[in-house]
T-cell receptor
Framework: AQSVTQLGSHVSVSEGALVLLRCNYS??????LFWYVQYPNQGLQLLLKYTTGATLVKGINGFEAEFKKSETSFHLTKPSAHMSDAAEYFCAVSDQNTLNTGGFKTIFGAGTRPFVKA | KAGVTQTPRYLIKTRGQQVTLSCSPI?????VSWYQQTPGQGLQFLFE???????NKGNFPGRFSGRQFSNSRSEMNVSTLELGDSALYLCASSWVNAPTYEQYFGPGTRLTVT
């Protein structure tokens, strides 16, 4: 069964410092991995995704993530934190429905919220 | 292009009542998924619809149901509401029902059960 673990529900980072949000996944098949961001009172917005190909994926707002199969990880980074990065970030894994009904299922991690200090 | 819209945005219901939430996907999107978000359980998958058929279902009791119409709009229904059903219900649409495609989320419906 699929699962997603995000280490740390809150992380503290200084403005201008590296942002690192950790994500480890468990999947019995090649995973399709996503990072979404949720701002207060809003739905989720896609930051980036990995399906196949290059393992270093660049997304919006300066974020990037690297798929490491050997470590079953998909950590999210941003070189320089900004106050506007304060939001909740969700790692997710999607998989085809095993019931052969043509659907899919997305499992989300618990979320990580960076606290950006001035 | 308009985003995913959900109505109503806020709802207060009493235990035992039933509720219907509505979701209009982005034009051209045919897959709609529903999620429940709570502080304790996080984001949990409810079900996914494509071409008016439920293709996948999460681990929720039968009180939670949904449907999709021919124009891809979707509704979810919760019967016999319980206090624990208080949550933000998010709808997401996707062009096709494949795991490689990103989902576009609506702002959610905040349901409070008293």
């Amino acid at each position: 069964a699929q699962s997603v673990t995000q280490l740390g529900s809150h992380v503290s980072v200084s403005e201008g410092a590296l942002v690192l949000l950790r994500c480890n996944y468990s999947s019995s098949v090649p995973p399709y991995l996503f990072w979404y961001v949720q701002y207060p009172n809003q739905g989720l917005q896609l930051l980036l995704k990995y399906t196949t190909g290059a393992t270093l994926v660049k997304g919006i707002n300066g974020f990037e993530a690297e798929f490491k199969k050997s470590e079953t990880s998909f950590h999210l980074t941003k070189p320089s934190a900004h106050m506007s990065d304060a939001a909740e970030y969700f790692c997710a894994v999607s998989d085809q429905n095993t019931l052969n009904t043509g659907g899919f299922k997305t499992i989300f991690g618990a979320g990580t919220r960076p606290f950006v200090k001035a | 292009k308009a985003g995913v819209t959900q109505t109503p945005r806020y709802l207060i219901k009493t235990r035992g009542q039933q509720v219907t939430l509505s979701c209009s996907p982005i034009s051209g999107h045919r897959s709609v998924s529903w999620y429940q978000q709570t502080p304790g359980q996080g984001l949990q998958f409810l079900f996914e619809y494509f071409s008016e058929t439920q293709r996948n279902k999460g681990n929720f009791p039968g009180r939670f149901s949904g449907r999709q119409f021919s124009n891809s709009r979707s509704e979810m229904n919760v019967s016999t509401l319980e206090l624990g059903d208080s949550a933000l219900y998010l709808c997401a649409s996707s062009w096709v029902n494949a795991p490689t495609y990103e989902q576009y989320f609506g702002p959610g419906t905040r349901l409070t059960v008293t």
